[in-house]
């Protein structure tokens, strides 16, 4: 039996993944707890997708839950969020993945958090994999090189570089220095006056963005404080190589996207010269180092070569050129 509507908006960027969303949208209507509305974002607009969420929008109209399907201008996944969230009518707004599947419990316990935290700058809710995988562990010999073994999960170095979300405790509320973009939920009018990040809109739309979900966190903590849910309220599933990945794009931007977007995400996070261009220097080493093992494991093919490539390049960009990565990348093509 569903529960009286929430004041929880739930907001879900998509993009040619009818397949997905409607494993999501049949989630949500499974919940204990209802939202107000539902915001998708569609970057796409394919019949496929229009179908499927015609068929969720008359399942959920039935409990007044108000259903958006909106098309985005642009494919770039923070502003799809962006411009989804800006459509948002509740006191809180939900974001996830188009991939993403709640608990039926997920909107209760999340609505009984924000009536009993205090100084909320947003919550996220856990994202981890079905029955049949654990969440990921922390590489050891990475944190090492970067000097970050000791910080706990959900914490930012002071280069911005994200401890992994593993081996936390179960059932409990903490405190964290970034968000998860599988899940995560901010009080809707804190979210409204974050200006649009659009240097970070623009790598994106190039297909070599990184971390916005972090960037857009780092902001909300100016707020107030990030608290995750570690109740495993948000499922994702196992990855399935012939499903359709989220926003594809090819080998060489994808190189250039752990070099040259990295390099970004940890301007747009820190100042700090000194512990910014250590992290990026390791980081690289450590990409060059997985590349090598990887020639030598199996043959490359052409993404992978492609990748490489990107990647040798970004590296050059990022180490010889780094006067002209901006802290506010209003331009970061410029680079190229």
Same mark, same amino acid.
């Given at each position: 039996?569903?529960?009286?509507?929430?004041?929880?908006?739930?907001?879900?960027?998509? $993009?040619?993944?009818?397949?997905?969303?409607?494993?999501?949208?049949?989630?949500?209507?499974?919940?204990?707890?209802?939202?107000?509305?539902?915001?998708?974002?569609?970057?796409?607009?394919?019949?496929?997708?229009?179908?499927?969420?015609?068929?969720?929008?008359?399942?959920?109209?039935?409990?007044?839950?108000?259903?958006?399907?909106?098309?985005?201008?642009?494919?770039?996944?923070?502003?799809?969020?962006?411009?989804?969230?800006?459509?948002?009518?509740?006191?809180?707004?939900?974001?996830?993945?188009?991939?993403?599947?709640?608990?039926?419990?997920?909107?209760?316990?999340?609505?009984?958090?924000?009536?009993?935290?205090?100084?909320?700058?947003?919550?996220?809710?856990?994202?981890? $994999?079905?029955?049949?995988?654990?969440?990921?562990?922390?590489?050891?010999?990475?944190? $090492?090189?970067?000097?970050?073994?000791?910080?706990?999960?959900?914490?930012?170095?002071?280069?911005?570089?994200?401890?992994?979300?593993?081996?936390?405790?179960?059932?409990?509320?903490?405190?964290?220095?970034?968000?998860?973009?599988?899940?995560?939920?901010?009080?809707?009018?804190?979210l409204h006056s974050v200006p649009p990040l659009v240097g970070l809109y623009d790598l994106y739309s190039k297909g070599i963005g990184k971390g916005e979900d972090t960037i857009l966190s780092h902001c909300m903590a100016e707020k107030g404080a990030l608290y995750l849910l570690t109740n495993k309220l948000a499922i994702h599933p196992i990855e399935d190589q012939k499903q359709v990945r989220p926003y594809p794009t090819n080998g060489y931007k994808k190189g250039l996207a752990a070099t040259i977007g990295r390099a970004h995400t940890l301007k747009w996070l820190r100042t700090s010269t000194k512990w910014y261009w250590l992290n990026i220097n390791v980081l690289l080493l450590l990409e060059g180092i997985r590349c090598m093992i990887g020639i030598l494991k199996r043959p490359f093919g052409k993404y992978e070569w492609a990748r490489y490539k990107g990647f040798i390049i970004g590296s050059f960009l990022c180490l010889f050129k780094n006067n002209k990565i901006p802290v506010n990348p209003s331009h970061p093509m410029k680079l190229l």
């Open positions: 039996m569903n529960d009286p509507l929430t004041n929880i908006s739930i907001c879900i960027p998509t $993009y040619y993944r009818a397949n997905q969303l409607r494993h999501s949208l049949e989630a949500i209507c499974q919940l204990e707890s209802l939202p107000a509305e539902v915001i998708i974002s569609d970057a796409g607009f394919d019949e496929e997708t229009k179908s499927v969420v015609a068929t969720y929008q008359a399942k959920l109209q039935e409990f007044d839950i108000r259903v958006l399907h909106i098309k985005s201008p642009e494919k770039a996944l923070p502003f799809q969020r962006y411009f989804a969230a800006k459509h948002v009518k509740s006191e809180i707004t939900l974001i996830i993945d188009d991939d993403i599947s709640l608990r039926p419990q997920a909107l209760s316990i999340l609505l009984d958090a924000y009536k009993s935290l205090n100084n909320i700058g947003g919550i996220g809710l856990l994202c981890c $994999y079905d029955d049949r995988r654990e969440n990921i562990r922390r590489d050891k010999f990475k944190d $090492y090189l970067l000097g970050i073994h000791k910080l706990q999960s959900g914490k930012l170095s002071k280069g911005g570089v994200r401890i992994t979300m593993s081996g936390l405790p179960q059932d409990k509320t903490i405190i964290v220095d970034f968000l998860s973009g599988g899940a995560m939920s901010y009080p809707t009018k804190l």
